[in-house]
């Protein structure tokens, strides 16, 4: 798996627990700041065998701190959402053992508790996310837990990946009453390993669109779940049709992609543009009207004085 992948799939779950990232535990006596940190690149693995890492817990107050300590299960879920439960992560039941369960933090200090993984062999190659959370302890100083930490490791297993996507505009409309039109693109990842995607988009067409080239840059998208890229631009006139043409690439190997192309062609008219359309309609429909009118009156006026001439 490229690296670059992995760097995605550790930066996308840090932020999403960022608000866990660092835990209060306020006491009477003095606050207290816990932080909780894991070996930042993946270990690397095979099915059968076993890995080693670890836990810092650090404690930036004045007292000591007791913690609890326990696996949890990471869940990425669509559109970049991940969430942390308390429990071990199925694929890994009993097959996680930590060196301690409790301990104290010194004041000022931190611990690191070893960590033993057995890596079952049913797993297939990609990269796995093991959770932990770290609980402030009530204690001497009658520490009150507001939230947990939580922590993860993750374990790549080498091998050749089933990487596959499926895509497709997500309702899109053929006609939109808007100057500033989106469409939004929905990527499947149908395969059974994480990937990461890129995408580039082209609007031509009738009328000028500004942005006429979107790029985005790469997303993480793991296996099961899905993610929308949104396309966005504007019609400088207020009018114009439009040919969205979106090119999706994603990686099979770290030296080979390949790609998914979507068409999708759309009517737009600004709220401004169709007043301004309708207000000429009118007032040519007027003018139509009063020129009918008109040679009515001029065909009807030799006619009329005939007739009183007799």
Not at 120 to 141: C, K, M, N, Q, R
Not at 190 to 204: H, M, Q, R, W
Request: contains cysteine; aromatic residues 4%.
């Amino acid at each position: 798996m490229p690296r670059s992948l992995s760097i995605l799939i550790l930066t996308a779950c840090l932020a999403a627990l960022a608000t866990a990232g660092t835990a209060q535990a306020v006491s009477e006596s003095s606050p207290v700041a816990l932080s909780v940190s894991t070996p930042a690149d993946s270990l690397a693995g095979e099915p059968g065998g076993t890995v080693t890492s670890w836990v810092r817990v650090g404690n930036n107050g004045a007292n000591p701190l007791p913690i609890t300590i326990s696996p949890a299960t990471i869940e990425l879920g669509d559109n970049g959402a991940t969430t942390m439960s308390p429990g071990a992560d199925p694929r890994f039941l009993n097959s996680v053992t930590l060196e301690t369960t409790a301990a104290t933090v010194p004041a000022n200090d931190y611990i690191e508790i070893s960590v033993s993984i057995s890596i079952p062999t049913s797993l297939i190659p990609d990269i796995y996310l093991l959770g932990f959370l770290v609980t402030p302890a009530p204690g001497a100083g009658s520490v009150q837990v507001i939230n947990q930490i939580g922590a993860f490791i993750s374990i790549e297993l080498p091998g050749s990946r089933d990487r596959r996507i499926e895509a497709a505009f997500d309702n899109a409309p053929r006609f939109v009453l808007s100057d500033s039109p989106t469409l939004t693109v929905r990527v499947d990842n149908v395969g059974e390993s994480a990937l990461e995607f890129t995408s580039e988009t082209t609007i031509d067409g009738f009328g000028t669109a500004t942005p006429g080239n979107i790029r985005v840059a790469p997303k993480l998208l793991p296996s099961g779940t899905s993610r929308d890229v949104e396309i966005t631009w504007v019609a400088e006139l207020g009018i114009g049709v439009f040919d969205v043409q979106t090119r999706l690439v994603h990686n099979l190997t770290q030296s080979e992609t390949t790609g998914v192309e979507l068409e999708h062609k759309i009517v737009v008219v600004s709220p401004t543009a169709l007043t301004v359309m309708v207000t000429i309609l009118l007032i040519l429909a007027a003018g139509v009207v009063l020129l009918v009118r008109h040679r009515r009156h001029i065909l009807q006026r030799p006619a009329s004085r005939h007739g009183h001439r007799q």
